[in-house]
């Protein structure tokens, strides 16, 4: 079993660009969260899905933000319009059920220039 | 409502002594409870959770923890440290398993003194 796949594992934006994270869950397991993680700081919750639904995206920015976990395929976490600010570790996780805790990807590390 | 609470962002122990890592909890709710750790720049591992068995909870790498709900605690402790236990702490909480949803505190990172 390969874990929970991120990638890019690094990405270098310019102000204004896209940015496009994938997460792939590990066999079996239908959860998946996306968090953010900034330098000195804990993680924030940003989305949780399931196969082609948002559960909950009460952390996710309302503007430039997105996800989408689709029947095929993995997870997206899409940025438009980057800001220095996004600049961040992006984790995703996916569980069998919450009630057993996540497998986390490695993250990917997104830069801003 | 959920939220976790971690006394100390930082700690520092010789090796070989006890470690004790703090975390307190708030919720309406008989909580799950989680601790995870955190090697530089990699994701974070689950290293035991509390499900409402027993309230001493054994995990990997020689840790536990034990709920107190009388204390609202989950601290974390081994006996004895090693070098290799340097890394960054986490403790997360989830209290509505229909959401999935779990809260994480702001992390404590252990230094291992030789």
């Known amino acids: 079993n390969a874990g929970v796949m991120q990638n890019p594992r690094h990405l270098v934006r310019r102000r204004g660009q896209e940015a496009r994270l994938r997460c792939s869950p590990m066999k079996g397991h239908s959860h998946v969260y996306w968090y953010r993680q900034l330098p000195e700081e804990g993680l924030k919750f940003m989305v949780y899905l399931q196969k082609e639904n948002i559960i909950d995206e009460s952390g996710m920015p309302k503007e430039r933000f997105s996800a989408e976990f689709p029947k095929e395929g993995p997870s997206i976490l899409r940025i438009q319009q980057v800001v220095r600010g996004d600049s961040a570790a992006y984790f995703c996780?996916?569980?069998?059920?919450?009630?057993?805790?996540?497998?986390f990807g490695s993250g990917t590390r997104l830069t801003v220039v | 409502a959920q939220s976790v609470t971690q006394l100390g962002s930082h700690v520092s122990v010789s090796e070989g002594a006890l470690v004790l890592l703090r975390c307190n909890y708030s919720s309406s709710v008989p909580p799950y409870l989680f601790w995870y750790v955190q090697y530089p720049n990699q994701g974070l591992q689950l290293l035991l959770k509390y499900t409402s068995a027993a309230t001493l909870v054994k995990g990997i790498n020689g840790f536990e923890a034990e709920f107190k709900k009388s204390e609202t605690s989950f601290h974390l402790t081994k006996p004895s440290a090693h070098m290799s236990d340097a890394a960054e702490y986490f403790c997360a909480v989830n209290i509505n398993t229909n959401a999935g949803k779990s809260t994480f505190g702001d992390g404590t990172t252990l230094t291992v003194k030789p």
């Open positions: 996780a996916s569980s069998p059920d919450p009630v057993y805790g996540y497998t």
